[in-house]
């Protein structure tokens, strides 16, 4: 599997160099989000703009990167640019369930304004 991870101080930005994001990747994508996870990552950017197709079990690794970082932290998915890959998360519904932004520059603006609103609402209380 082919990717690379551009690690800064409020977020991670994870590019996934690969075509298929399938079931020969997906084991090994999911182990990867464990480790980042494991190593304190607290914000997930996940890029797919290089991915051109996935399949369940893309999809199965994308929903255990979410699950991952519900309580911890963001997940973000960007850079979804082709067709199959932008219907197979409509078909299955899943922009009601993950954070899906345009581009990589608006997921880390979120990533900014999402960390600036918890450290003021954690000093109002």
Do not use: C
């Amino acid at each position: 599997m082919k990717y690379s991870v551009d690690k800064q101080a409020d977020h991670s930005h994870f590019i996934l160099e690969e075509d298929n994001l399938n079931s020969i990747i997906a084991p090994d994508l999911k182990s990867e989000f464990v480790f980042l996870r494991n190593e304190g990552v607290q914000n997930l950017v996940f890029d797919l703009s290089e991915v051109k197709y996935v399949d369940s079990s893309g999809l199965s690794a994308i929903l255990t990167a979410n699950r991952i970082w519900k309580d911890y932290g963001l997940f973000i998915l960007t850079g979804i640019k082709h067709d199959s890959v932008k219907k197979l998360i409509e078909i299955s519904r899943l922009e009601t369930i993950l954070t899906i932004i345009g581009t990589v520059e608006e997921s880390r603006d979120y990533v900014k304004m999402q960390t600036l609103e918890n450290t003021l609402s954690t000093e109002e209380e």
